[in-house]
């Protein structure tokens, strides 16, 4: 168990629906990262916020933003969504600011399925 | 350019053989250097990485890697393998990209053990 949690595990919706995707990172860690994962696309880096700040962005799409909270959980929101949007999504958090040296801890994902 | 690359889609070995996966990395300066597993279902767990000093790095389970600077190189390796060591593999390094270090995965290797 890593100590990044998120929900929910599973989320079935239709396309152009509106979903949130929860993160809590792991006790004492300010960096949250997000990541898409699919087949074709492989593992993607998406966005990264620390401390509440976004820090840096990745291949992330116009319709999903993200924000972390002032007590560190994270929300991920994707909204208009197609069905290209289906994959797992994760989140990872990490002691530092930069995705630098420090390893990232990944919770275990949300697995979206656009209809 | 490619940051990470994982020329393997698929490394088959017998348990208690050797085994290796490879990755090659493309970044200036400097590399840092991550090897992440995978196991069905779940996230992304920390193996080990390379940062600086030695260039073979011991990691979780019994994992090694070797950095090879003139190869630009960084395998991950076993001497022994274990059925439950079956899963799927990322090589990641960092990368200095839109203004912030990023952490760019591999399109990671499927290793299957057979008994």
């Known amino acids: 168990d890593s100590g990044v949690t998120q929900t929910p595990k599973h989320l079935i919706t239709a396309t152009g629906q509106r979903v949130t995707l929860r993160c809590s990172p792991r006790s004492g860690d300010l960096s949250v990262y997000w990541y898409q994962q699919s087949l074709d696309q492989g593992l993607q880096f998406l966005i990264q916020y620390y401390n509440g700040e976004e820090r840096a962005k990745g291949n992330i799409l116009e319709r999903f933003s993200a924000q972390q909270f002032p007590d560190l959980h994270s929300e991920l929101n994707l909204s208009s969504l197609e069905l290209g949007d289906s994959a797992l999504y994760f989140c990872?958090?990490?002691?530092?600011?930069?995705?630098?040296?420090?390893?990232?801890?990944f919770g275990p994902g949300t697995r979206l399925t656009v209809l | 350019a490619q940051s990470v690359a994982q020329p393997e889609d698929q490394v088959n070995v017998a348990e208690g053989n050797p085994l290796t996966v490879k990755c090659t990395y493309s970044?200036?300066?400097?590399?840092?250097l991550f090897w992440y597993v995978q196991y069905p279902n779940r996230g992304l767990q920390f193996l080990l990485k390379y940062i600086t000093g030695d260039n073979l790095v011991k990691g979780s389970y019994g994992f090694e890697a070797e950095f090879n600077k003139s190869q630009t190189s960084f395998h991950l390796k076993k001497p022994s393998a274990l059925v439950s060591d079956s899963a799927l593999y990322f090589c990641?390094?960092?990368?200095?990209?839109?203004?912030?270090?990023?952490?760019?995965f591999g399109s990671g290797t499927r290793l299957l053990v057979r008994p």
């Open positions: 970044v200036s300066g400097n590399p840092y």
């Open positions: 990641a390094v960092r990368r200095w990209m839109d203004s912030s270090y990023k952490l760019i």
């Open positions: 990872a958090s990490s002691v530092s600011a930069g995705a630098s040296y420090n390893e990232q801890f």
